[in-house]
C-alpha cells in the first residue's frame, strides 16, 4: 500500500508557477460576485468593503502556506494528515474534508446547469426538464472527463482557463467600472468594524482560504522537492488572491447598479444584463467556465479521498461514483425541492467548521514539527500498527470543532452563543480555527515526545 501513497520522483517535475495556472481558474466564479455584495450586507463603506475583500482574499495564503506540506512529504494533503491526527484518527477529518469537496461540486453543476440553459436561451432554444436534464448531465460528463486527465494536461487545460476566461472577466469588470453610480456608492456611511467588518471578513476566510486548504497538497506535491517555497507559497497565493479580490471588487461595484442583486433568484441574469448585448455570450461562457474549473478540482481532490479512506477503486469506478452523486442531487435540486439547495449550503457550512479544525491542527503541525524535519514514512503509512491514533491532533480537532459549533447557527442548528455578532455569519468557523491551533499549539509545546 506505502507505494501507492507516495508520489515517483520522476512525477514530480512542476514549477511554482503551474500551481498559479490551475489555482487561478478555481476562483473565477460567480461566488466571488457573491462574497462582494454580502461584504456590503453588512452596512459596511465602499472603503470598508474594499479592505474587507483585500484581507478576505488574503486568506489563500493558507492554501500556499500548507502547499510546502505537499513539496516536502511528496503525497496528497489527507494521506498527510495522518501524521497528524493518526491513521485510524484521520478517517473522520477524512471524510468530512470528501463531504465538502462533493457538496460544493453538486452546488457548482447545478449552477451551471442553470447558467448552461440561460445560455442556450440566447441562442433560441427553449428550456425544458428535457433540455435541463441533458444539460446536467452534459457537464457532469464533462467534469469527469477532466477529471481523467493527467497531471500534465491538467496544468495546460487550467493555464487556458486562466488566460482566455481571466481576460474576459477583466472585460466584464471594465464594463462594470463604466456603469457604475460611483456617488451613492461613495456615500455609503462606514459600518461597525467589530459587528460589522470582522464578520464579512471571516465569510470570505470559509469559503476560501479554509475551505481550498484541503486540497492544497494535492497539487503541489508534483513540485521538484528543490523548489524555492517562497515561490510556491507566493504563486498559490495570487492564484486565489487576485480573481477573487477582483470579483468580490465587481460584486461590490454591482450593488450600486442593482441594489438587491444578493437576493436575485439568479445573479448571472443580473449581471448580463448589465453588459451589452455583444458581450452576453461571452460574458455567460465565462461564467460557466467559472464553475466547471472548481469542480473538476474538486473532483480529484475527492477521488483521492476515498483512496485514503481504503476505498480503493479504479479511476474511472470512482469518478463514476461521483458523476451517480452528482446526477442525482443535481435532479433532486432541480426538480424536487426549492429549499434543498439552502438546507445543503447549510449543512457545508457545518462540515466547514471541521474543517477549519482541520486546517488550523495541520498548519500547526507543519509549522512546528514537520517543516524542517519532514513526514516520517510511517507515520503515514501505519506500517505494522504504527500510529494508529495521534490524541493530540484529534483533541485539538474536537475541542475546535465543540467550541465552533457553540458559536454558529444555521436552518436547522442553534449553537447556544451564536447571539449578537455571532450570529447569521462564519465567525464560529473563525474561533474554530483559532482554538484548535492554540490547543495544538500547547500540546506540542508541553510534549516531550513528538505529536
Known amino acids: 500500500m506505502s507505494n501507492k501513497i507516495f508520489i515517483d520522483m520522476e512525477k514530480r517535475t512542476d514549477k511554482p508557477l503551474d500551481l498559479f495556472g490551475i489555482w487561478v481558474p478555481t476562483q473565477i466564479g460567480i461566488l466571488g460576485l457573491i462574497y462582494g455584495a454580502i461584504i456590503v450586507s453588512y452596512q459596511l463603506s465602499f472603503i470598508q468593503s474594499i479592505m474587507a475583500a483585500f484581507i478576505g482574499a488574503l486568506s489563500f495564503l493558507l492554501v500556499g502556506y500548507l502547499s510546502l506540506s505537499g513539496k516536502v512529504g511528496g503525497t496528497t494533503m489527507f494521506n498527510l494528515s495522518r501524521a497528524v491526527f493518526g491513521v485510524k484518527g484521520n478517517y473522520i477529518p477524512t471524510l468530512c474534508g470528501w463531504i465538502n469537496l462533493v457538496g460544493w461540486m453538486c452546488v457548482n453543476v ?182 466547471i474549473a472548481p469542480s473538476v478540482i474538486s473532483l480529484r481532490s475527492a477521488r483521492v479521498n476515498l483512496s485514503t479512506l481504503n476505498i480503493n477503486t479504479s479511476d474511472f469506478v470512482a469518478i463514476t461514483l461521483h458523476v451517480i452523486i452528482m446526477l442525482v442531487l443535481g435532479v433532486y435540486v432541480l426538480f424536487v425541492s426549492d429549499s434543498f439547495l439552502g438546507l445543503f449550503q447549510a449543512f457545508l457550512g457545518l462540515i466547514g467548521i471541521t474543517l477549519a479544525a482541520w486546517s488550523a491542527t495541520f498548519m500547526m503541525d507543519f509549522i512546528f514539527l514537520r517543516k524542517k524535519s519532514g513526514y516520517a514514512r510511517q507515520l503515514i503509512t501505519g506500517d505494522n500498527g504504527c500510529n494508529n491514533y495521534n490524541y493530540a491532533g484529534i483533541i485539538s480537532w474536537l475541542v475546535g470543532v465543540g467550541c465552533g459549533f457553540m458559536f454558529t447557527n444555521c436552518a436547522f442548528f442553534d449553537g447556544p452563543f451564536a447571539t449578537g455578532i455571532f450570529r447569521d455569519n462564519s465567525l464560529g468557523m473563525l474561533i474554530t480555527f483559532i482554538i484548535s491551533a492554540a490547543v495544538y499549539t500547547l500540546c506540542t509545546v508541553f510534549s516531550r515526545k513528538e505529536v
Open 110 to 291: 447545478v449552477t451551471a446547469t442553470l447558467t448552461l440553459l440561460t445560455l442556450l436561451g440566447v441562442f433560441g432554444i427553449d428550456t425544458s426538464a428535457f433540455t435541463t436534464v441533458i444539460a446536467l448531465i452534459v457537464l457532469a460528463l464533462l467534469i469527469a472527463a477532466a477529471g481523467l486527465v493527467s497531471q500534465s494536461a491538467l496544468i495546460k487545460l487550467q493555464n487556458f482557463f486562466t488566460y482566455v476566461f481571466g481576460i474576459m472577466t477583466l472585460i466584464v469588470l471594465g464594463f462594470l467600472l463604466m456603469k457604475t453610480n460611483w456617488q451613492p456608492l461613495l456615500a455609503m456611511p462606514s459600518g461597525d468594524w467589530f459587528a460589522g467588518f470582522l464578520p464579512a471578513v471571516s465569510i470570505i476566510f470559509a469559503g476560501t482560504g479554509i475551505s481550498w486548504a484541503i486540497a492544497a497538497a494535492d497539487y503541489s506535491v508534483y513540485q521538484n522537492p528543490r523548489n524555492s517555497d517562497i515561490s510556491i507559497i507566493g504563486f498559490t497565493t495570487l492564484a486565489g488572491f487576485i480573481p477573487l479580490f477582483i470579483l468580490m471588487s465587481m460584486g461590490i461595484l454591482m450593488t450600486s447598479a442593482v441594489p438587491d442583486f444578493l437576493n436575485s433568484a439568479n445573479p448571472i441574469d443580473i449581471i448580463g444584463a448589465q453588459l451589452p448585448a455583444w458581450m452576453t455570450v461571452p460574458y455567460l461562457i465565462t461564467a460557466l467556465v467559472g464553475l
